[in-house]
């Protein structure tokens, strides 16, 4: 991963467990398109399989790239051969919310779940 992102080529982006380099991203806020160029064998499969079947309709994932992370479900994945060992992917994301485990969420008075983490991280790190 650190070879892959010191390298001065295509950055690299990162769809759940898949990373990839892509050509370019388009963030339109509500929807992200995705234009790669694959080579690798097990990318294209995994991409393949994000579109889902008729039974689902889509993996939901976070998308990672740039320092920027949003949680998306697939919408389009169109894939193109252009030669032997290389396919193009037009990938479509719609941007989501996060799953809740509203379990695991405590406030406390009038600070959220949120506001509890940026304390104790304030404390742990500048006392």
């Known amino acids: 991963m650190r070879a892959i992102a010191a390298e001065d080529l295509a950055p690299w982006w990162k769809l759940g467990n898949v990373v990839f380099r892509a050509m370019e991203v388009e963030d339109r806020g509500a929807v992200i398109h995705v234009a790669a160029r694959v ?10 399989e994000a579109r889902g079947d008729r039974f689902s309709r889509g993996t939901k994932a976070h998308f990672t790239w740039s320092g920027r992370s949003k949680y998306i479900k697939v919408t389009g994945v169109h894939a193109k051969t252009t030669s032997a060992r290389s396919k193009m992917f037009r990938l ?11 379990f695991t969420e405590v406030s406390i008075g009038a600070k959220t779940p949120a506001d509890l983490t940026e304390s104790g991280l304030r404390s742990v790190l500048f006392g």
């Open 92 to 102: 479509e994301f719609e941007v989501e919310e996060p799953p809740q485990d509203y």
């Open 39 to 48: 080579k690798d064998d097990a990318v294209p499969r995994a991409l393949e």
